[in-house]
Nanobody, 122 residues
């Protein structure tokens, strides 16, 4: 069983930056792909970014050039980060950390965090 805990959300003005963190604990599979998704009010959850050891990184077109995903694996812990720059009001959403079911993006996420709210004011 994997537990994912997000942190770093908050309120920021348009053009500002935030860094989200996701700490994974439990039965870790440190080589699994990890990613970030988001869900705005009244909309479906959408892909934001993902990272694997074998396939590098992927980003949604809407965040390319503004967001950067990275990960850090040390001993028995895995942490994934999402650096968000040049934030826009349309980036407002609950951001969810996810661990995929494999080392690649195939199959999609298998575990989810509880989410952290990001609000960008205009």
């Amino acid at each position: 069983q994997v537990q994912l805990a997000e942190s770093g959300g908050g309120l920021v003005q348009a053009g500002g930056s935030l860094r989200l963190s996701c700490a994974a604990s439990g039965s870790l599979f440190s080589n699994r792909a990890m990613g970030w998704f988001r869900q705005a009010p009244g909309k479906e959850r959408e892909f934001v970014a993902a990272i694997t050891w074998i396939a590098g990184t992927r980003y949604a077109d809407s965040v390319k050039g503004r967001f950067t995903i990275s990960r850090d694996s040390a001993k028995a812990t895995v942490t994934v980060y999402l650096q968000m720059n040049s934030l826009k009001p349309e980036d407002t959403a609950v951001y969810y950390c996810a661990m995929y079911g494999s080392v690649s993006f195939i199959g999609g996420p298998a575990s989810w965090g509880q989410g952290t709210q990001v609000t960008v004011s205009s």
